[in-house]
DNA sequence: TCTACTGTTATGTTTATAATATAACAGTAG
DNA sequence: CTACTGTTATATTATAAACATAACAGTAGA
């Protein structure tokens, strides 16, 4: 797995690790029931605490997206299209948050939004 | 001016304050050269501290929508606000681009889209 | 069973950021 | 001079992120 961490982000660690780690299983580089590094082992590849890497583990498994025994390790939960599409949905949703907020403060009118939404949905051919 | 700041928010207050205040500006509630509240009164009105106030007028005028002159007070700086609605523009249009690369990659069917969008931007009441 | 892996939990520390309070200092204008 | 402006310095509190260390607990193979 590929995975860069920036410790100077103004993304936390751990979240940088987290999506790190979806991305890797939206792509399929990690297949179901695939084991993940164990948290000690991935915490020295990347320089990092053990805490910070079982952090992103659990939110992971909070998510739905692994699944940890102990003892054992983490392995990729079996896919749920679904979960993953709601994912999508949601960095989805969360541009189109950051579009309003800023189409707020600038007062840009919707319809100058609406035109450019169409022009880049359009270019499809 | 009607500034809303919620201190539970994830927003720092000082943020939540330059962005009430850049919308006063880009809407002309507030025009070039009105003066600005005092740190000290806008601070008692909100009942936060003025160094929280000063903060978000230092970083406005850092970005050049207000003048301060000590003494005297901050004052809406002369309009250049075309040049900054293009850049929020082309700023909304790279978010677009991202949508689009997102929906194409996970198969997302544009109405969806359209409804978030939809969601989002009519929640202004 | 022993051992070497897994994950888990507890405690404490460091660092950075946000926000606060208080006090003193400095410029402006009536 | 006075009453406003903003500015600066210092200290404190709260919180989140990340870390270090140590001890505990489950799993599986030799």
């Not at 100077?8 to 690790?17: A, G, K, T």
């Not at 297949?31 to 915490?43: C, F, H």
Request: proline fraction near 3%; aromatic fraction near 8%.
């Amino acid at each position: 797995m590929n995975i860069i961490i920036s410790n100077n982000s103004s993304i936390p660690i751990y979240e940088q690790l987290e999506n790190a780690i979806k991305e890797a299983i939206f792509s399929n580089e990690l297949k179901e029931e695939d084991m993940l590094p164990s948290v000690r082992n991935l915490a020295n590849d990347l320089k990092i605490s053990f805490l910070t890497v079982k952090k992103a583990y659990d939110e992971l498994e909070q998510e739905g997206f692994i699944k940890t025994v102990q003892g054992k390790g983490s392995f990729v939960a079996p896919k749920n299209l679904e979960l993953i599409k709601e994912e999508k949905l949601k960095e989805i949703q969360d541009y189109i948050e950051k579009i309003y907020d800023i189409s707020k403060i600038s007062n840009i009118p919707k319809e100058e939004i609406k035109e450019l939404f169409k022009i880049i949905f359009e270019e499809e051919i």
